[in-house]
């Protein structure tokens, strides 16, 4: 029986372990579990390009559906990881039966800071792809802009806006 290689992070992370793992030769199961719903996808260009319209979705993937099947590598996406069984070399997934692993990769990033004025039209935090559809959408219709934050991600994001 083959080993089996469980990689909890669908992000640039993630990604580049699988992949680098079949470029050495390792020829174990790869599943790669991430808590988004999209094909993976490169996260800096989401304050800038992205944001700005000027690059399509397809260009920031970081693995597409048909690559991940040329590499052997297993997409679980939609899939929150919510505990480990170390022990036993079990991942806990919500809502799934416990998958078991002889070698787990942890390349979760980080998680942003909730919003102090809660989940409320026209505020937003710039994570993930859809972060920025519906930011991109609210700033297409124009208005004002205020930003909390000016790390990386809120001084790109003012610039683009």
């Known amino acids: 029986m083959s080993p089996v290689t469980a990689i909890v992070g669908s992000s640039i ?30 996260k800096p260009p989401l304050s800038k390009s992205v944001l700005a319209g000027t690059a399509g979705e397809a260009s920031i993937r970081l693995l597409t559906q048909e690559q991940a099947e040329t590499d052997g590598i297993r997409l679980l996406l939609g899939q929150r990881a919510v505990g480990l069984d170390v022990a036993e070399n079990r991942l806990e997934i ?10 787990l990769v942890v390349a979760t990033g980080a ?24 930011l991109r959408e609210d700033l297409l219709r124009g208005g004002d802009l205020a930003v909390i934050g000016a790390g990386f991600i809120g001084a790109e994001a003012a610039a683009t806006a």
């Open 13 to 42: 992370g993630g990604v580049r372990t699988a992949q680098s793992l079949r470029l050495e030769g390792y020829e174990g199961e790869i599943i790669l579990v991430g808590e988004e719903t999209e094909l993976p996808y490169d």
């Open 94 to 103: 919500e809502g799934q039966d416990p998958l078991h692993y002889d070698h």
């Open 111 to 134: 998680a942003p800071r909730p919003s102090p004025w809660g989940q409320r039209p026209g505020i937003h935090v710039l994570r993930t792809l859809e972060d920025a559809r519906k």
